[in-house]
């Protein structure tokens, strides 16, 4: 039975920074490959959630319904992470990490990570240093983990930059065991290099 990745998602969400990811778990990053995951959107609530791009989703689950037998939660970036509705967000966060579930961030998600302390204890990257510290305030204390790289994976935890949506595929796939180091790899090559070089 395939275990379900949760792709959390707010209004006016970076639509690319999980397409990568989205695909690879639904449908195999290579040819031939065994597809374990299937990824559903949860949100606040059941009501449509609508991209920076303009796509309308329907979330299969809102923050109420939403499984706790999940494999991984996916933050997805986005304008609103800083929104008392990213604050109902929290509990959930705390609860994946609680339960040694794997928790991605990428963008804003990251800063609304340091927001609420849950990278103090891990190496992890973001929008910059001077972001992750002006959204955590006293919250974050972990400058010295900060990692200037697109995607950063310590523990259960994946992070990444607005432009690492790439990278953040390929840590995640890797912590996940999606596939194999080489395939997963290899599929990483592919989208970042494309067919010609």
Not at 2 to 12: A, G, I, M, S, T
Not at 86 to 111: W, Y
């Amino acid at each position: 039975m395939k275990k379900e990745v949760l792709f959390l998602l707010l209004n006016e969400y970076a639509d690319w920074e999980g397409a990568y990811l989205a695909s690879t778990l639904n449908a195999g990053g290579m040819p031939d490959s065994e597809v374990k995951y299937i990824t559903k959107v949860v949100a606040p609530t059941l009501e449509p959630v609508c991209s920076i791009g303009g796509f309308r989703t329907l979330p299969d689950y809102s923050f109420q319904t939403m499984p706790t037998n999940y494999a991984a939660l996916i933050l997805i970036g986005g304008m609103q992470w800083n929104s008392p509705e990213a604050e109902q967000a929290v509990p959930l966060v705390e609860d994946a990490l609680k339960h040694g579930k794997i928790v991605g961030a990428i963008c804003n998600g990251v800063s609304f990570m340091a927001k609420h302390g849950f990278l103090n204890e891990v190496r992890h990257t973001g929008n910059t240093v001077q972001q992750l510290k002006l959204w955590g305030g006293e919250n974050y204390t972990n400058e010295a983990g900060y990692e200037e790289k697109q995607a950063a994976s310590d523990k259960n935890i994946v992070t990444a930059n607005g432009t690492g949506q790439l990278e953040f595929c390929r840590e995640l796939l890797l912590l996940l065991k999606a596939d194999t180091p080489e395939k997963i790899h290899a599929t990483y090559d592919f989208y970042k290099n494309g067919l010609v070089r």
